[in-house]
């Protein structure tokens, strides 16, 4: 079993800026992908950014997120920028460690528990 814990969501003014980190309990070297997903109240989840041989980002975020990893560290990042309200949801980490197939639009293995980013306009 791996967990993930992510940590750093908050409250925001539009425009700000959050930092999300994610921690693996396993190491995150050697293939698989690792994700981003979000879900906002009443609205289903949504993958933000896929991060694998390359890193994939959802159209809505595009140029405002970066999504980033420190496999010493077992670690996964997300640096948000000019933040709009409508990014305003829990964020989720996740993994999956099957080493083919595409890592936008696979089915995940491990979760963490999400973290609450609120956007304030």
């Known amino acids: 079993q791996v967990q993930l814990v992510e940590s750093g969501g908050g409250s925001v003014q539009a425009g700000g800026s959050l930092s999300l980190t994610c921690v693996a309990s396993?190491?995150?070297?050697?293939?698989?992908?690792l994700a981003w997903f979000r879900q906002a109240t009443g609205k289903e989840r949504e993958g933000v950014a896929f991060?694998?041989?390359?890193?994939y980002y959802a159209d809505s975020v595009k140029g405002r997120f970066t999504a980033s990893t420190n496999n010493a560290e077992n670690t996964i990042y997300l640096e948000m920028n000019s933040l709009k309200a409508e990014d305003s949801a829990t964020y989720y980490c996740?993994?999956?460690?099957?080493?083919?197939?595409?890592?936008?639009?696979?089915?995940?293995?491990?979760w963490g528990q999400g973290t609450q980013v609120t956007v304030s306009s």
């Open positions: 996740a993994a999956d460690f099957a080493l083919y197939g595409s890592c936008v639009g696979r089915s995940y293995t491990y």
């Open positions: 991060v694998g041989y390359g890193t």
């Open positions: 396993r190491s995150t070297h050697g293939g698989g992908c």
